[in-house]
C-alpha cells in the first residue's frame, strides 16, 4: 500500500495550490479519501475528505476556500487550496478509510497513511 502525496510549497498569502495523491496497493473506490493537516507545535487534523461518489465533508476552517476531488480511474485526490492564509501552514497529509459512504473525519478512521508534503504560506 502506498499513498503518494505532492504538490506542497511556499506561497504567499492569498494565493493558491493542489495537492496531489495517488494511491496504489488497494482497491481505491472502497475507501474514503481524507486530508489532514499537522501544524508546527499542534495535532493533526482533519481538512476534508470524499467518499467514491463524490460526497465531501469539510472542516469549518477551509470550507469555501479548499475544493477535494478525486479521479478514481487514476487512483488520485486532490486538494485544492485557495485564498490560503498563514495559518494554513502544516504538513499536509492523504489517508484512506475503508468504507464507501461515511464521510469519517477522525484519524482513527483512516487505514493508510501517505509521507506528508509541506505546505508553507507567508505573510
Known amino acids: 500500500v502506498q499513498l503518494q502525496a505532492s504538490g506542497g510549497g511556499l506561497v504567499q498569502a492569498g494565493g493558491s495550490l493542489r495537492l496531489s495523491c495517488t494511491a496504489s496497493?488497494?482497491?481505491?473506490?472502497?475507501?474514503?479519501m481524507g486530508w489532514f493537516r499537522q501544524a508546527p507545535g499542534k495535532e493533526r487534523e482533519f481538512v476534508a475528505a470524499?467518499?467514491?461518489?463524490?460526497?465531501?465533508n469539510y472542516a469549518d476552517s477551509v470550507k469555501g476556500r479548499f475544493t477535494i476531488s478525486r479521479v478514481n480511474a487514476k487512483n488520485t485526490v486532490y486538494l485544492q487550496m485557495n485564498r490560503l492564509k498563514p495559518e494554513d501552514t502544516a504538513v499536509y497529509y492523504c489517508?484512506?478509510?475503508?468504507?464507501?459512504?461515511?464521510?469519517?473525519?477522525?484519524?482513527?478512521?483512516?487505514?493508510?497513511w501517505g509521507q506528508g508534503t509541506l505546505v508553507t504560506v507567508s505573510s
Open positions: 489517508a484512506a478509510s475503508f468504507g464507501m459512504d461515511e464521510i469519517q473525519i477522525v484519524e482513527r478512521a483512516y487505514n493508510y
Open positions: 496497493g488497494f482497491t481505491f473506490n472502497s475507501y474514503i
Open positions: 470524499m467518499n467514491w461518489n463524490g460526497d465531501y
